[in-house]
């Protein structure tokens, strides 16, 4: 990375807090396996007494879905179990109502048409979330269409890892601890020690509620009983900020959008897997093309946009001659992360060997990045 990129970042970096309205933010760039540039400035409170350093955690919503993911895919390179296994090989009531030739693949790709349930659950109730996922007609013809899953999907990986690793009590987070958080020294949670609970920056809700971008989507979000304002909020509970900041919703196991951590952990994670799966010389993935290899493209049921994705993984998506429709994850077209609601963002490019993970406190509307996030991404690669 050149000097002038290094100067660029810290700019913006500065501006996001001048011109953006940022409360507390880290910032980790990792190049070829090094930490590059560390960021970190404001405050982990409202009333700014607080002050938000490299080591403050916070909460990071659907930047958790990939990490939870790549426990999955861990176990499932462990056991030899391709992405084209039917899930109700390992989840034989998930086969109710239709759903039988679903395969893994298809379920960590959001095709699996289980976006909205009819049947209302707690989420913090995992037994009756998976008993309306069994009982759950999909939303559409799985394979042929694909939907964010912004909740369920928590509920699937969690479920479809507990049945394809085997071992009593043996969580998905209690998994990513012993194989990747431990190892690789990461600060990051799914499910946070109780002991840590007062050491999280809390998040605070976007000061407007109408933003200018994506109409549609957000038209639908407030409209009662469109499958995107039912996908939001199914399961039901722990629909805000305030609810996340909340000691239980910290410790919860939520494996779509209740991870905690630093941008520094959350960078270091994919700047191994943008090194092929290695880093510091342990080798964690022997392959990483399930998160390289897109499995879906085009107009998403939920968000109402073009997505694509691979297993677990956001890919920028591309028009029918290869070209991306937009540079959420850089360039590059082998990238591969996934923003979090309000603002927090996260991917790696193995193709440049880039590692970027940014986190924030005062969110933004919507569930894609936005300018302050964006912007840092642009001065990486300028």
Known sequence: MKAENFAR????????????GELGASLSVWEHGREVISLAGGYADRKRVKSWTAQTPVLVWSCTKPLAASCILHVMARDQVPLSTPVAEF???????????????????????????????PVLDHAAVVKSIELQVPNWTPGLEHGYHPRTFGSLLEELFRRIEGTPGVTLGHYWQ????????????????????????????????????????YNALATKGTLTERAFISPKGLHGPAAMNTAEARMASLPAFGGIGTAHSIAKFYA????????????????IEPMLNV???????VLLRPTAFAAGFMH???????????????????????????GSHAFGDPENGIAF??????????????EKALGLVEAVYA
Request: no cysteine; charged share 25%.
């Open 272 to 287: 191994m897997l943008a090194s092929g799966g290695e880093l510091e010389g342990v080798r964690y993935f022997e392959n």
């Open 357 to 370: 993970a940014y986190v924030m406190n005062q969110m933004d509307v919507g569930v894609m990045p936005t």
């Open 91 to 121: 989840w034989p009531e998930f086969a109710q109502s239709g759903k039988a030739r679903i395969t893994i693949g298809e379920a960590l790709s959001h095709q699996a048409g289980l976006a909205a349930l009819d049947r209302p659950a």
């Open 295 to 301: 499995l879906t493209n085009g107009n998403d049921r």
């Open 316 to 342: 920028d998506p591309v028009d029918a001659s290869g070209k991306k429709l937009r540079n959420l994850f850089g360039p590059s077209t082998r990238a591969f992360g996934q923003p979090g609601a309000g």
């Open 178 to 217: 012993t194989h990747f958080a431990v190892p690789m020294g990461l600060d990051f949670w799914i499910g946070l020690p109780r002991e840590k609970v007062e050491s999280v920056a809390s998040v605070f809700a976007p000061k407007i509620s109408t933003p200018k971008r994506n109409p549609d989507f």
């Open 9 to 20: 970042i810290e700019a913006r970096f500065r501006e996001n807090f001048e011109r953006r």
